[in-house]
């Protein structure tokens, strides 16, 4: 598809994928706010409490009923599209971005993957998600609510693993969010929704409510209020690539994520005690830890078992000997023909020009992208110096380039980060 549309469609879907999601998240945190702060002193028959607030200039005093008013009113609202929408706009996003282009954003570099396999892993991953989930759930493990939510955490880590091992990091962590999107608007879809459905009915017809659907609905919004801080750093993860682009993206995930349901659960207590008060330190410690431990210059470069490392280093009887000969020159180390008596920088330059001008430049002659992609342009030596912190640490990553399609060895990224660690001069 021609890049400029896909660019269009991204914005378009990305755009209202976040408008509802923010409604959908902000719908739900105002109502665990809500319950959490309502007065419960000396409430009128029938009520469970009630609570004054003002906002935008109006005051409001909202109620909430027991079970029910004593006659149902016309007009009740139900909060479900939001959901529906973010899981929609989603998928979507998922395919025009990931699955579009699964070369460059999904699949690991020299991972091997053909592209429907890679769109069969990723789709696959979200309906098992939701089935293995739901099992889990619906098993003996569903009275053990602790226990439950342990054995949930260590699969969606297996998951990230897994993942991790066939996707690249951005694909990896994307996928795990999708997987646990999944889980949230199945749990509004098929139990919270037909759970109020079943509430709602009993009343108007003046029946006993089925009392295992609350209870079910209750566990699965639990979970969900677990999960929206994870799945919120998922969707932001992409700018993080000391994260994702990490060899042990998978345990950062899982670091970040039991950091931010600490902090979770500290904000669904701290209204009855402040006995998890402790966990917003923890969280904030755990944070600045993984800050320095992410921080290793080149961490996987010295890997000889390294995924990416040995699908660079070409042997003899590589498949690439195949290629044309435009690609078999590029796989050529750049650094070999300017050694010697070129300058760190004018090696530097050649390697960025073969590896990765072809995309950032003012007029990019890659046919997947018509502008520079991030708005990053490494045409000139000073753009180069501009940019030096942001390049290294993309290259350090391997994030960039982009499923690494333009060959950079090792010792080009060796290169390139010294350079830049030496004070990037030009
Ligand atoms: C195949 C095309 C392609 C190649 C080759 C490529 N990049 Fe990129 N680069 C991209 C795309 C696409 C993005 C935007 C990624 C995103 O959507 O977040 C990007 C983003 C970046 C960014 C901005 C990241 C940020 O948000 O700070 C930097 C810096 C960068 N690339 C550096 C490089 C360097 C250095 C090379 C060569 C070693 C390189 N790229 C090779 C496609 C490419």
């Not at 409001?60 to 027991?66: T, V």
């Not at 044309?324 to 008596?341: C, I």
């Amino acid at each position: 598809m021609d890049p400029h549309i896909t660019e269009w469609l991204n914005l378009a879907i990305r755009w209202v994928h976040m408008i509802v999601g923010i409604a959908w998240i902000g719908a739900s945190f105002y109502f665990v706010w809500l319950e959490n702060n309502l007065n419960r002193v000396n409430p009128k028959t029938g009520l469970s409490g009630d609570l004054w607030a003002i906002h935008g200039g109006g005051i409001y005093h909202l109620e909430k009923y027991k079970l029910a008013p004593p006659k149902m009113p016309d007009n009740l609202h139900w909060f479900k599209w939001e959901a529906y929408f973010t899981w929609i706009t989603g998928v979507l996003l998922l395919a025009v971005v990931y699955y579009l282009n699964a070369n460059i954003y999904l699949i690991a570099p020299g991972s091997g993957l053909s592209v429907g396999a890679a769109i069969g892993i990723g789709v696959g991953s979200l309906v098992s998600g939701w089935v293995i989930y739901t099992l889990l759930c619906d098993s003996p493990l569903g009275k053990k609510p602790m226990l439950l939510g342990i054995v949930l955490f260590f699969c969606l880590v297996g998951a990230a693993y897994g993942l991790s091992q066939v996707f690249s990091g951005r694909g990896a962590y994307i996928h795990v969010g999708a997987i646990i999107g999944t889980i949230m608007v199945g749990n509004v879809f098929f139990i919270i929704m037909p759970a109020q459905r079943n509430l709602v009915k009993a009343i108007e017809e003046g029946t006993e409510p089925d009392p295992a659907l609350p209870a079910k609905g209750l566990l699965r919004s639990r979970h969900n209020n677990y999960l929206t801080l994870p799945v919120l750093f998922i969707m932001i993860s992409n700018h993080f690539p000391s994260t994702y682009g990490s060899e042990y993206n998978w345990l950062i995930l899982a670091c970040l994520a039991v950091f931010s349901i600490l902090v979770r659960h500290y904000f669904n207590t701290r209204h009855g005690s402040q006995k998890f008060a402790w966990a917003v330190p923890v969280a904030v410690l755990g944070m600045i830890s993984l800050a320095f431990v992410t921080s290793n210059k080149m961490p996987s470069l010295s890997q000889p078992d390294a995924p990416v490392a040995q699908q660079q280093a070409p042997t003899v009887d590589d498949n690439a000997s195949s290629a044309t000969s435009e690609n078999a020159q590029a796989t050529e180390p750049a650094t070999e023909s300017s050694a010697g008596e070129a300058s760190v920088f004018a090696q530097v330059q050649l390697v960025i020009k073969e590896r990765c001008v072809e995309c950032h430049s003012a007029t990019p002659t890659s046919n997947m992208f018509a502008t520079a992609p991030a708005g990053v342009m490494l045409d000139t030596p000073e753009e180069i110096q501009t940019n030096a912190p942001r390049i290294q640490s993309q290259v350090q990553t391997r994030v960039m380039p982009l499923g690494n399609l333009t060959k950079m060895t090792d010792e080009e990224r060796e290169l390139v980060v010294d350079w830049v660690n030496d004070g990037a001069k030009i």
